[in-house]
């Protein structure tokens, strides 16, 4: 079993920028990780993802503004988020996957807002 924290989330304006982090208690080296995001009423969606061979995937209403990365050695996975805007506020959370494999963490929320 791996525990996931995810911490970083906040209130922020419009056009600005926050980092998120989520910390395993365990080796991420073998997982797939990404991040997904519920906003109120919906469902929860995929943010980003960074597979085991680091390779990408972005949601098209991020791509360009957000990063993900991961660092092994620390079993930390980070989600670098620009240019924000009001409909990138949800809670957003952490995920590690491989295979029929999955670890949620407990989310974060960020809130968009002037």
């Known amino acids: 079993q791996v525990q996931l924290v995810e911490s970083g989330g906040g209130l922020v304006q419009p056009g600005g920028s926050l980092r998120l982090s989520c910390a395993a208690s365990g080796s991420i080296f073998s997982f797939n990780v990404g991040w997904y995001r519920q906003a109120p009423g919906k469902q929860r969606d995929m943010v980003a993802v960074i597979t085991r061979g680091e390779d990408t995937n972005y949601a098209d209403s991020v791509n360009g503004r957000f990063t993900i990365s991961r660092d092994n050695a620390k079993n930390t996975v980070y989600l670098q988020m620009n240019s924000l805007k009001p409909e990138d506020t949800a809670v957003y959370y952490c995920?590690?996957?491989?295979?029929?494999?999955?670890?949620w963490g407990q989310g974060t929320q960020v809130t968009v807002s002037s």
């Open positions: 995920n590690l996957r491989l295979g029929p494999i999955a670890y």
